[in-house]
């Protein structure tokens, strides 16, 4: 979702994934000073964001599968454009982002699904059937 926006709103036409396209001119995603894979984190959610919500004002520990993230040099482009980051590590390093004026446009660096079952879903994914369900029921 992140190289989509870079090239089709900040208009990089040419950028790209780092673990897909390493040579690439203009990479939105690249790779990280050390592998998540295998990690669990704690996130901070930022104050007002969608994630807060979602979560209910916690900070969440979260599961990471991922060598890749956020491109440093676009996080301020894509801020001003309205892709927010909503939820940063220890270090400030972006985890989630979010469109705030989309019924649900968001994106983690990390999998919810390894931490959801039917019985417990995980927040981002019962904010996204609840977002699912208003819609349809819109049309």
């Not at 790209?16 to 996130?43: F, K, M, R, Y």
């Not at 989630?96 to 390894?114: C, D, K, R, W």
Request: with cysteine; hydrophobic share 35%.
């Amino acid at each position: 979702m992140v190289v989509d926006y870079v090239r089709h709103v900040l208009r990089v036409e040419d950028a790209d994934h780092g673990e897909s396209s390493p040579n690439a001119p203009h990479l939105a995603i690249t790779a990280l000073a050390c592998s998540l894979v295998g990690q669990e984190h704690p996130v901070r959610l930022v104050p007002g964001s969608r994630a807060e919500d979602l979560y209910g004002g916690t900070s969440p520990v979260e599961s990471y599968y991922c060598n890749y993230g956020l491109n440093p040099e676009y996080r301020d482009r894509l801020h001003a454009a309205g892709f927010h980051v909503s939820g940063v590590d220890a270090d400030g390093e972006p985890r989630i982002m979010e469109l705030s004026n989309h019924p649900f446009y968001i994106g983690t660096l990390f999998v919810p699904q390894a931490r959801s079952s039917r019985a417990h879903p995980h927040p981002i994914i019962q904010g996204f059937i609840t977002a699912a369900k208003a819609h349809f029921t819109k049309t």
